[in-house]
């Protein structure tokens, strides 16, 4: 009995053998949302499944199986972010890109925003858009768009919520960088989410 | 009028006036933005507006976490997928 290998878990959802089943969608949806790609985003599941079975030990029992897994994926995104690099030179990035930003969202001259860009009134109502499937295909499609520096620290603040220390700490970067990334996040979200989403549904 | 011109771009700037308050969200304001960013509030509808969306998305980002702990995930694994990771953990049981 799997139960009787790892009598610390002491449910039947805590058989490895059913996480596939029980959590893999779960953890390929946050992988997903956080990576873009639908092959890293297996990968790091698959990782996952197996760091939690070799570090087994370490599961408390007052946290569910399923909020364990969570934590060990987000520490292998974060990982797989690091190894990429995804933030060198983000400073270099943020001052070569910083005009153009300027420009896509903001008249230059009396800092207005643009015509197009504009933020409109919404329709609909934000849980009604959380239970349904198509928006989280938005949502992935507006992470995607977004350029590639800015979606590690982006998804940890608006996925985990976690707040500037933290992030920065996480990614090795300046504050004065991060306010810059989640400003720019923000408003590609923002107008994205708006244009695909809320001025679209009834 | 060089004063005005200074107060007037700093007043009416909506690029800087976001800025702040995305750092508001997380309580993060100095006493000199917060002034800076209360009057341009109160006199641009449409950075009110943005101030308010931008507080919504962050509230969906936390919920849509929640939702995805709560109900069947949005997005699912081709079962070809799911049998090899069924695989690959039976291997390290």
Redesign the interface.
């Known amino acids: 009995m799997p139960e009787d290998?790892y009598p610390h878990m002491s449910t039947s959802s805590s058989d490895?053998?059913q996480?596939?089943?029980l959590y893999?969608?779960?953890l390929?949806?946050?992988a997903?949302l956080k990576v873009g790609n639908k092959e890293t985003a297996?990968d790091l599941?698959?990782e996952t499944?197996?760091s939690a079975?070799?570090a087994r030990d370490t599961f408390k029992q007052n946290s569910s199986v399923?909020?364990w897994l969570?934590a060990i994926l987000k520490n292998k995104i974060v990982d797989y972010y690091r190894k990429k690099d995804v933030l060198k030179h983000v400073t270099e990035y943020i001052d070569d890109t910083q005009h153009g930003f300027?420009e896509a969202?903001?008249d230059t001259g009396?800092?207005?925003?643009l015509p197009e860009t504009?933020?409109q009134?919404?329709h609909g109502s934000?849980?009604e858009?959380?239970?349904r499937?198509e928006?989280?295909?938005v949502?992935?499609y507006c992470i995607q768009k977004m350029p590639k520096k800015l979606v590690p620290v982006f998804t940890a603040?608006?996925?985990?919520?976690e707040?500037?220390d933290t992030i920065c700490k996480e990614f090795n970067i300046s504050t004065s960088n991060y306010?810059?990334i989640?400003?720019r996040a923000?408003?590609l979200?923002?107008n994205c989410?708006?244009k695909n989403w809320f001025l679209q549904s009834s | 009028m060089r004063l005005l011109s200074f107060l007037h771009r700093m007043i009416h700037s909506c690029e800087d006036a976001t800025f702040l308050a995305v750092k508001k969200e997380e309580g993060k304001l100095t006493s000199r933005e917060k002034t800076k960013l209360f009057f341009h509030l109160f006199i641009c509808g449409i950075c009110r507006r943005f101030v308010k969306q931008s507080r919504r998305l962050q509230k969906m980002g936390q919920s849509c976490h929640e939702k995805m702990h709560d109900h069947p995930a949005p997005f699912t694994l081709a079962p070809e997928t799911q049998a090899r990771m069924q695989e690959e953990i039976a291997k390290h049981l």
């Open positions: 290998r490895p053998a996480w596939v089943n893999g969608d779960y390929f949806s946050i997903l297996e599941v698959q499944f197996i079975i070799k399923k909020t969570a300027s969202f903001f009396n800092g207005h925003w504009l933020p009134e919404w934000a849980d858009a959380l239970n499937n928006f989280y295909a949502l992935q603040r608006f996925l985990d919520n707040e500037a306010w810059v989640i400003h923000k408003l979200m923002r989410l708006e």
